[in-house]
DNA sequence: ATTGTTCATCGCAAATATACGATGAATGAG
DNA sequence: CTCATTCATCGTATATTTGCGATGAACAAT
Protein backbone atom coordinates (compact mmCIF):
# COMPACT_ATOMS: atom_id res chain seq x y z
CA UNK A 1 0.00 0.00 0.00
CA UNK A 2 1.61 3.40 -0.84
CA UNK A 3 1.28 6.14 1.80
CA UNK A 4 0.52 8.97 -0.25
CA UNK A 5 0.07 9.93 -3.71
CA UNK A 6 2.99 11.78 -4.01
CA UNK A 7 5.57 13.60 -1.78
CA UNK A 8 5.92 12.17 1.84
CA UNK A 9 7.06 15.63 2.94
CA UNK A 10 6.52 14.97 6.43
CA UNK A 11 8.57 16.96 9.62
CA UNK A 12 10.53 15.19 11.97
CA UNK A 13 8.87 16.36 14.27
CA UNK A 14 5.67 14.84 12.94
CA UNK A 15 6.86 11.20 12.35
CA UNK A 16 8.78 11.33 16.02
CA UNK A 17 4.70 12.37 17.11
CA UNK A 18 3.32 9.65 15.13
CA UNK A 19 6.08 7.05 15.69
CA UNK A 20 5.53 7.52 19.33
CA UNK A 21 1.77 8.37 19.22
CA UNK A 22 1.82 4.70 17.49
CA UNK A 23 3.06 3.04 20.48
CA UNK A 24 0.94 4.23 23.05
CA UNK A 25 -1.74 3.43 20.95
CA UNK A 26 -2.72 -0.09 22.73
CA UNK A 27 -3.58 0.51 26.48
CA UNK A 28 -1.43 -2.60 27.52
CA UNK A 29 1.38 -0.95 26.14
CA UNK A 30 0.42 2.26 27.92
CA UNK A 31 -0.36 0.16 31.51
CA UNK A 32 3.29 -1.39 31.17
CA UNK A 33 4.69 1.90 30.58
CA UNK A 34 3.06 3.41 33.53
CA UNK A 35 4.22 0.39 35.45
CA UNK A 36 7.71 0.77 34.74
CA UNK A 37 7.27 4.64 35.31
CA UNK A 38 5.61 4.52 37.93
CA UNK A 39 5.87 1.85 40.61
CA UNK A 40 8.94 -0.33 40.45
CA UNK A 41 11.05 0.54 38.26
CA UNK A 42 12.72 -1.93 36.03
CA UNK A 43 10.43 -4.68 35.82
CA UNK A 44 10.85 -7.81 34.14
CA UNK A 45 8.89 -10.63 33.37
CA UNK A 46 7.14 -9.67 36.66
CA UNK A 47 4.47 -8.47 33.89
CA UNK A 48 3.57 -11.37 32.82
CA UNK A 49 2.03 -11.76 36.45
CA UNK A 50 0.85 -8.57 36.27
CA UNK A 51 -1.28 -7.74 32.79
CA UNK A 52 -2.95 -11.43 31.41
CA UNK A 53 -2.19 -11.99 28.08
CA UNK A 54 0.43 -14.84 26.82
CA UNK A 55 3.82 -14.22 27.33
CA UNK A 56 4.15 -13.97 23.79
CA UNK A 57 1.85 -11.51 23.27
CA UNK A 58 3.62 -9.12 26.28
CA UNK A 59 6.70 -9.62 24.60
CA UNK A 60 6.17 -8.43 21.14
CA UNK A 61 4.26 -5.11 23.05
CA UNK A 62 7.87 -5.16 25.00
CA UNK A 63 9.35 -4.81 21.29
CA UNK A 64 6.91 -2.10 19.80
CA UNK A 65 8.21 -0.39 23.02
CA UNK A 66 11.72 -1.19 22.53
CA UNK A 67 11.85 -0.01 18.69
CA UNK A 68 10.01 3.21 19.32
CA UNK A 69 12.86 3.63 21.45
CA UNK A 70 10.12 4.49 24.99
CA UNK A 71 12.12 1.83 26.75
CA UNK A 72 15.31 -0.30 27.20
CA UNK A 73 16.27 -3.71 28.33
CA UNK A 74 18.57 -5.33 30.07
CA UNK A 75 19.67 -8.82 30.31
CA UNK A 76 20.03 -10.16 33.71
CA UNK A 77 19.94 -13.88 32.87
CA UNK A 78 17.74 -15.80 32.99
CA UNK A 79 15.98 -12.49 33.15
CA UNK A 80 15.28 -9.25 31.34
CA UNK A 81 15.13 -5.86 32.97
CA UNK A 82 13.37 -2.85 30.95
CA UNK A 83 13.16 0.70 32.23
CA UNK A 84 12.11 3.57 30.61
CA UNK A 85 14.12 5.07 28.81
CA UNK A 86 14.66 8.43 30.43
CA UNK A 87 16.64 10.34 27.46
CA UNK A 88 13.78 9.10 24.90
CA UNK A 89 10.81 9.93 27.18
CA UNK A 90 11.90 13.77 28.27
CA UNK A 91 12.19 14.14 24.56
CA UNK A 92 8.64 12.66 24.13
CA UNK A 93 7.49 14.75 27.22
CA UNK A 94 8.56 17.65 25.45
CA UNK A 95 7.39 16.75 21.90
CA UNK A 96 3.88 16.63 22.94
CA UNK A 97 4.04 19.15 25.32
CA UNK A 98 4.90 21.27 22.49
CA UNK A 99 2.36 20.19 20.37
CA UNK A 100 -0.42 20.50 22.64
CA UNK A 101 0.86 23.90 24.00
CA UNK A 102 0.55 25.12 20.45
CA UNK A 103 -1.46 28.35 20.42
CA UNK A 104 -4.81 28.77 18.73
CA UNK A 105 -4.92 31.08 15.48
CA UNK A 106 -6.17 34.49 15.59
CA UNK A 107 -8.88 33.90 13.43
CA UNK A 108 -10.59 30.52 14.81
CA UNK A 109 -14.18 31.22 14.79
CA UNK A 110 -15.40 27.83 15.28
CA UNK A 111 -18.60 27.42 17.63
CA UNK B 1 -10.13 -10.87 16.87
CA UNK B 2 -10.42 -11.09 20.78
CA UNK B 3 -8.68 -8.36 23.06
CA UNK B 4 -7.64 -10.26 25.64
CA UNK B 5 -7.38 -13.50 27.12
CA UNK B 6 -9.38 -12.57 30.41
CA UNK B 7 -9.78 -9.03 31.43
CA UNK B 8 -10.21 -5.85 29.83
CA UNK B 9 -9.41 -4.00 33.05
CA UNK B 10 -7.80 -0.63 31.46
CA UNK B 11 -8.24 2.51 33.45
CA UNK B 12 -9.67 5.37 32.05
CA UNK B 13 -6.77 7.04 31.49
CA UNK B 14 -4.79 4.01 29.53
CA UNK B 15 -7.94 3.99 27.34
CA UNK B 16 -8.21 7.46 27.29
CA UNK B 17 -4.25 7.98 26.42
CA UNK B 18 -4.49 4.87 23.81
CA UNK B 19 -7.55 6.31 22.11
CA UNK B 20 -5.82 9.59 21.69
CA UNK B 21 -2.88 8.40 20.52
CA UNK B 22 -4.68 6.04 18.22
CA UNK B 23 -5.47 9.37 16.63
CA UNK B 24 -2.14 11.00 16.27
CA UNK B 25 -0.56 7.83 15.14
CA UNK B 26 -0.41 9.20 11.35
CA UNK B 27 2.05 11.77 10.28
CA UNK B 28 -0.68 13.44 7.97
CA UNK B 29 -3.09 13.70 10.84
CA UNK B 30 -1.09 15.09 13.42
CA UNK B 31 0.03 17.52 10.44
CA UNK B 32 -3.56 18.09 10.05
CA UNK B 33 -4.08 19.26 13.61
CA UNK B 34 -0.98 21.59 13.45
CA UNK B 35 -2.85 23.30 10.70
CA UNK B 36 -6.05 24.00 12.51
CA UNK B 37 -4.16 24.52 15.50
CA UNK B 38 -1.79 27.40 14.38
CA UNK B 39 -2.94 28.55 11.56
CA UNK B 40 -5.67 29.29 10.71
CA UNK B 41 -9.25 27.72 11.17
CA UNK B 42 -9.23 25.71 8.09
CA UNK B 43 -12.10 24.29 5.14
CA UNK B 44 -11.30 20.92 4.29
CA UNK B 45 -10.69 22.53 1.14
CA UNK B 46 -8.08 24.41 1.82
CA UNK B 47 -6.37 21.16 3.68
CA UNK B 48 -6.96 19.16 0.04
CA UNK B 49 -4.82 22.09 -1.39
CA UNK B 50 -1.80 21.79 1.57
CA UNK B 51 -2.10 18.02 1.52
CA UNK B 52 -1.46 16.25 -1.64
CA UNK B 53 -3.67 13.46 -1.08
CA UNK B 54 -7.47 12.04 -2.19
CA UNK B 55 -10.04 14.34 -1.04
CA UNK B 56 -11.26 10.84 -0.15
CA UNK B 57 -8.40 10.00 2.31
CA UNK B 58 -8.45 13.51 3.51
CA UNK B 59 -11.92 13.44 4.40
CA UNK B 60 -11.29 9.69 6.43
CA UNK B 61 -8.69 11.26 8.50
CA UNK B 62 -10.76 14.08 9.62
CA UNK B 63 -13.60 11.81 10.60
CA UNK B 64 -11.12 10.00 12.38
CA UNK B 65 -9.68 13.36 14.39
CA UNK B 66 -13.51 13.92 14.88
CA UNK B 67 -14.33 10.09 16.41
CA UNK B 68 -11.25 10.57 18.45
CA UNK B 69 -12.84 14.75 19.42
CA UNK B 70 -10.20 16.46 18.85
CA UNK B 71 -11.69 18.55 16.48
CA UNK B 72 -15.06 19.16 15.32
CA UNK B 73 -16.68 20.32 12.12
CA UNK B 74 -19.37 23.29 11.55
CA UNK B 75 -21.09 23.44 8.29
CA UNK B 76 -21.20 26.31 6.10
CA UNK B 77 -22.79 25.48 2.75
CA UNK B 78 -21.25 24.28 0.71
CA UNK B 79 -18.05 23.90 3.16
CA UNK B 80 -17.60 22.62 6.41
CA UNK B 81 -14.84 24.54 8.56
CA UNK B 82 -13.30 21.96 11.02
CA UNK B 83 -11.28 23.52 14.22
CA UNK B 84 -9.85 22.25 17.14
CA UNK B 85 -11.61 20.60 20.12
CA UNK B 86 -10.16 23.22 22.89
CA UNK B 87 -11.74 21.63 25.50
CA UNK B 88 -10.55 17.67 24.40
CA UNK B 89 -7.49 19.73 23.30
CA UNK B 90 -7.10 20.65 26.66
CA UNK B 91 -7.66 17.78 28.03
CA UNK B 92 -4.78 15.56 25.69
CA UNK B 93 -2.84 17.90 27.10
CA UNK B 94 -3.22 17.03 30.74
CA UNK B 95 -3.24 13.65 29.86
CA UNK B 96 0.17 13.47 28.11
CA UNK B 97 1.48 15.67 30.36
CA UNK B 98 0.87 13.58 33.26
CA UNK B 99 1.72 10.43 31.98
CA UNK B 100 4.94 11.76 30.67
CA UNK B 101 5.68 13.35 34.14
CA UNK B 102 4.82 10.74 36.16
CA UNK B 103 8.16 9.99 38.44
CA UNK B 104 10.23 7.29 38.26
CA UNK B 105 10.40 4.86 41.19
CA UNK B 106 13.02 5.42 43.55
CA UNK B 107 14.92 1.88 43.03
CA UNK B 108 15.51 2.27 39.17
CA UNK B 109 19.29 1.17 38.71
CA UNK B 110 18.96 0.28 34.98
CA UNK B 111 22.17 0.79 32.98
C1' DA C 1 -35.44 21.51 -12.66
C1' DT C 2 -30.56 21.36 -13.75
C1' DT C 3 -25.89 22.13 -12.91
C1' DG C 4 -21.69 22.77 -10.21
C1' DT C 5 -19.29 22.73 -5.82
C1' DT C 6 -18.05 20.56 -1.63
C1' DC C 7 -17.69 17.00 1.24
C1' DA C 8 -18.90 12.19 3.09
C1' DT C 9 -19.43 7.40 2.33
C1' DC C 10 -18.99 2.95 -0.13
C1' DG C 11 -16.35 -0.75 -2.06
C1' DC C 12 -12.17 -2.61 -2.96
C1' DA C 13 -7.15 -3.90 -2.23
C1' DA C 14 -3.11 -4.11 0.32
C1' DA C 15 -0.53 -3.36 4.48
C1' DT C 16 -0.32 -3.48 9.65
C1' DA C 17 -1.68 -4.70 14.07
C1' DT C 18 -3.16 -8.03 17.49
C1' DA C 19 -3.33 -12.38 19.80
C1' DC C 20 -2.25 -17.06 20.53
C1' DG C 21 0.32 -21.51 20.82
C1' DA C 22 4.46 -23.72 19.53
C1' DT C 23 9.14 -23.60 19.07
C1' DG C 24 13.90 -21.87 19.61
C1' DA C 25 17.88 -19.59 22.12
C1' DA C 26 20.39 -18.50 26.29
C1' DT C 27 21.62 -19.37 30.75
C1' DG C 28 21.98 -21.33 35.54
C1' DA C 29 21.26 -25.45 38.45
C1' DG C 30 21.78 -30.15 39.22
C1' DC D 1 25.49 -33.15 29.89
C1' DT D 2 20.59 -32.62 31.04
C1' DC D 3 16.90 -30.07 32.71
C1' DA D 4 14.24 -26.09 34.02
C1' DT D 5 13.46 -21.18 33.55
C1' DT D 6 12.97 -17.07 31.00
C1' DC D 7 12.25 -14.71 27.14
C1' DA D 8 12.13 -13.97 21.91
C1' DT D 9 10.60 -15.39 17.52
C1' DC D 10 7.84 -18.02 14.12
C1' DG D 11 3.61 -19.26 12.04
C1' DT D 12 -1.18 -18.58 11.79
C1' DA D 13 -5.70 -16.42 12.05
C1' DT D 14 -8.41 -12.41 12.33
C1' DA D 15 -9.24 -7.42 12.77
C1' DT D 16 -8.01 -2.85 11.80
C1' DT D 17 -5.78 0.78 9.10
C1' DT D 18 -4.72 3.08 4.94
C1' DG D 19 -5.44 4.59 0.34
C1' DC D 20 -7.90 5.26 -3.91
C1' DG D 21 -11.69 5.98 -7.24
C1' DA D 22 -16.55 6.05 -7.70
C1' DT D 23 -20.71 7.37 -6.03
C1' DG D 24 -24.04 9.80 -3.05
C1' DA D 25 -25.95 13.80 -0.33
C1' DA D 26 -26.59 18.68 0.45
C1' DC D 27 -26.93 23.06 -1.11
C1' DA D 28 -26.31 27.55 -4.04
C1' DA D 29 -26.79 29.50 -8.42
C1' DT D 30 -28.64 29.56 -12.70
Not at 52 to 75: E, F, N, P, W
Not at 93 to 106: M, N, V
Request: glycine share 10%.
Amino acid sequence: MQRTLTSPDYTLDEESIASISRALAHPVRVRILRLLAGETCCFTGELTGHISMAQSTISQHLKVLLDAGLIQGQIDPPKVKYCINRERWGLAEELFAGFFGSGFGPGCDCE
